[in-house]
């Protein structure tokens, strides 16, 4: 569908009543709405944005054009948790529409300061030729939750060398100064990071770009976000444009980082090891993280891709977001597990465990559509063994561990509405052990797998019928030991 200009940049206010009940209530009757992933009321979500902890709570925004399931004009919807586990829908944090926002309130990041949570985002702009002009701006929300946004940019232009593809700014503090990095692209069409210093978070300074060994990288960097663990520099980031590497950049846009020595503040050197993605299933985007109080590193983001089209799109609403997880580090790879508050929602445990021997195998009580679910296998001679969920007559999800080559994979090609099919129905990666350990969260519309405890993970979303709901253990060319428990998700 073609739309114009003022379709597209439509503000909710010019909504009717009408309209809105009418969204609504096709969102009401969508069979894929998830049961415990953060996901928009209606329309449109995207990146995880401002996440941070403040006044005892997490606080977590998020992209968001609610006029359509198309990239329009986005809001910061907020939301808030007290334990990462159960959110509540606060509405409307940064509504869009003023001379530095005009096009959108973009993606940008939170951090506290003088007992206000200060959210630094991009503003999209259009002069009258149509060109871009993005601003850096700043909004803060005091703790009574009321959010006022400043008149001015505090970064009001793009520095020379570089493109207007400039956003995405991640704040975080450095003894006494603040630092920013902003995805960036150089003139030359490839795609870079830069930083920015400031004293107070009003007015910043340019420091230049972030020296790495990936000069020519993709044609874009969005969404990056620098942290230390360990005494090391983490670098996340999501560079278009990269060519597919046997099973590695498989989806239309990556996400990945980058683990080395820490990241000088002074020259903007990043001595660093080789780039990682962050995820191997078909949707994940637009990471961000943020530290909780008592030191860990928690990650979320977008379960989705731009510039794809999903089943619910036609329902009115679009995406979620993922679990929360963990980071941390073994040998310069980040390993991700699900936070430890998300076992507040388990009920009704169910436990199995067989010998499969050449077969498939369903277990009393294992069965649902919104549930965590974790299986070890072991003492396996089989070629392949895994686990077939949310079947149905016709419908399947498969997991498979191949012994012969090694490698997990995850298939969706009977998994109900395709997704984006021109990108294959595959992922796959390496991993080389003895004992495969699979920790699933399956919700309506989605699946994360935590391979390992989280030295791989697939984030990918399915649409199956309602009634696929079976869950088969298998081995194939052999056997293989395996226990399973199974919680429920309220």
């Known amino acids: 569908?073609?739309?114009?200009?003022?379709?597209?940049?439509?503000?909710?206010?010019?909504?009717?009543?009408?309209?809105?009940?009418?969204?609504?209530?096709?969102?009401?009757?969508?069979?894929?709405?998830?049961?415990?992933?953060i996901q928009p009321p209606y329309g449109l979500l995207n990146d995880p944005n401002g996440f941070s902890f403040y006044e005892g709570e997490y606080h977590l925004f998020y992209q968001w054009f609610p006029l359509g399931t198309f990239h329009g004009m986005k809001y910061w919807y907020h939301t808030k948790s007290k334990d990462l586990a159960h959110w509540q829908n606060v509405g409307i944090g940064i509504e869009p529409g003023d001379s530095q926002d005009s096009h959108g309130a973009y993606s940008g990041s939170g951090i506290v300061k003088d007992g206000e949570l200060y959210l630094m985002y991009t503003g999209n702009t259009r002069n009258e030729a149509w060109v871009r002009l993005p601003y850096q701006n700043l909004a803060v929300m005091n703790s009574e939750g009321n959010i006022h946004k400043r008149s001015e940019p505090v970064i009001a232009s793009v520095p020379d060398g570089y493109t207007e593809?400039?956003?995405?700014?991640?704040?975080?503090?450095?003894?006494?100064?603040?630092?920013?990095?902003?995805?960036?692209?150089?003139?030359?069409?490839?795609?870079?990071?830069?930083?920015?210093?400031?004293?107070?978070?009003?007015?910043?300074s340019f420091l230049g770009e972030v020296s790495t060994q990936l000069n020519n990288f993709g044609y874009m960097w969005e969404c990056p976000d620098y942290f230390e663990l360990d005494h090391q520099g983490v670098l996340l980031f999501c560079p278009q444009g990269l060519v597919p590497e046997g099973d590695r950049y498989q989806n239309i846009y990556q996400s990945g980082y980058v683990v080395g020595k820490r990241l000088d503040v002074n020259t903007q050197m990043l001595d660093h090891g080789?780039?990682?993605?962050?995820d191997r299933g078909f949707d994940f985007y637009a990471p961000q993280t943020t530290e909780a109080p008592d030191g860990r590193r928690i990650l979320v983001a977008w379960m989705g891709l731009p510039d794809v089209s999903y089943p619910t799109d036609q329902h009115g609403w679009a995406h979620c977001l993922t679990l929360p997880r963990e980071l941390t580090l073994r040998e310069g790879k980040i390993i991700q597990r699900p936070v430890q508050e998300l076992e507040k929602r388990r009920k009704d445990e169910v436990n199995a465990e067989a010998v499969l021997h050449s077969e498939a195998k369903s277990f009393s009580g294992f069965q649902g559509s919104a549930y965590e679910l974790i299986c070890e296998f072991n003492e396996a001679d089989a070629d392949r063994f895994g686990i077939e969920f949310r079947v149905g007559s016709t419908e399947k999800t498969v997991l498979t561990y191949d012994r012969n080559i090694k490698k997990v994979i995850l298939d969706r090609s009977l998994s109900g509405q395709s997704v984006n099919s021109e990108f294959g129905s595959e992922r796959r990666c390496s991993l080389d052990a003895d004992t495969i350990k699979f920790h699933l969260f399956v919700d309506t519309s989605s699946v994360e797998i935590f391979v390992n405890d989280g030295e791989e993970v697939f984030t990918s979303r399915i649409f199956p019928s309602k009634e696929s709901t079976q869950i088969r253990f298998f081995a194939h060319g052999g056997s293989a030991a395996c226990r399973a428990s199974l919680w429920q998700i309220s």
Not at 23 to 36: E, G, M, T
Not at 274 to 278: G, N, V, W
């Open 274 to 278: 080789a780039f990682r993605e962050l």
């Open 1 to 37: 569908m073609t739309l114009s200009r003022e379709q597209k940049y439509r503000k909710l206010n010019q909504a009717s009543a009408q309209e809105l009940d009418q969204l609504q209530q096709k969102v009401a009757h969508c069979a894929w709405r998830q049961s415990y992933h």
């Open 165 to 204: 593809h400039f956003r995405d700014p991640k704040v975080w503090r450095a003894g006494d100064d603040y630092y920013c990095v902003i995805g960036a692209q150089r003139t030359n069409e490839t795609g870079c990071a830069v930083m920015y210093k400031s004293q107070d978070l009003l007015s910043w």
